[in-house]
């Protein structure tokens, strides 16, 4: 009987542990499904940057300027104004141009045509600066609109010489053409008797923009002696 009853206290020990091993947790499965918790914030630079960017632009400090004044006093006509490069105004005849830039060293221009007359100035906080362009307009923009002239003439025997410039102001090429004429008498060799004649003649020009270009003209007088003549003058002019 006792051992009978050892036996069976045997057999349930053994089916007992053999239960536990079987029923033993898998961790390595469990460790998967465990979610980690982010503890630290990434850092953005879009939005650093630009936040830097707008502290910076809304503590920028302003720059001084100052007035400056562009003149062209009695010289008459209207001529656009530059600054450093960049068109900001009209200038006319008795009517200065003035306004506001940032302190330091500028180049203004004044413009008549393709020809501009320059200055550089310095513009200080609190002081008025005046350029007067008048002077060099009118010795360098006499002409604003393509024009022909004589500068001068001289007989040499029977032919007179005759310097014609041509001007284009303008931005375009031109071709231009001039007559010129001249009045003259003399004293003709076989009937010595005193006739008055014209001499005339054309001179062209290619005109690149604002060329002044000077040609030579040749007017032939009649065979004779004891001439004179009068003044050479553009009797017509062409602009193409």
Sequence with gaps: M?????????????ILSTGC???????????????????????????????????????????LKGLLEVSLDTW???FPVS????????????RPFTLMIDEGNHTVDVCCGVICEQEN??????????????????ENCEFLEPAVRILDYARNGDEIMVRVEF???????LAMSAEVSCGYSYIESRTNNRVGNLAQGQVF??????????????????????????????TDVSIQ
């Excluded at 006792?2 to 053994?14: G, M, Q, R, S, Y």
């Excluded at 100035?121 to 009118?138: A, H, K, P």
């Excluded at 004891?226 to 050479?232: A, E, G, L, S, T």
């Design 21 to 63: 091993v079987g029923q033993k947790k898998n961790t390595t499965v469990d460790a998967e499904t465990v979610n980690s918790t982010i503890t630290y914030t990434l850092f953005s630079n879009t939005t650093s940057v630009s936040n830097i960017t707008n502290i910076s632009n809304s503590t920028a400090t302003p720059k």
């Design 205 to 234: 020009s290619t005109m690149n923009p604002g060329d002044r270009i000077t040609k030579i003209l040749t007017l032939y007088l009649a065979p004779g002696y004891d001439y004179n003549y009068q003044m050479p003058t553009i």
């Design 76 to 78: 008459v006509g209207e």
């Design 167 to 173: 001007i284009n102001p303008t931005t375009q090429p």
């Design 2 to 14: 006792k051992i009978t009853v050892l036996l069976t206290l045997v057999l349930v020990v053994c």
């Design 121 to 138: 100035v310095t513009i200080r906080f609190g002081e008025q600066r005046t350029i007067d362009f008048s002077e060099r307009l009118e």
């Design 83 to 94: 600054i450093d490069n960049v068109s900001v105004g009209v200038v006319k005849t008795a």
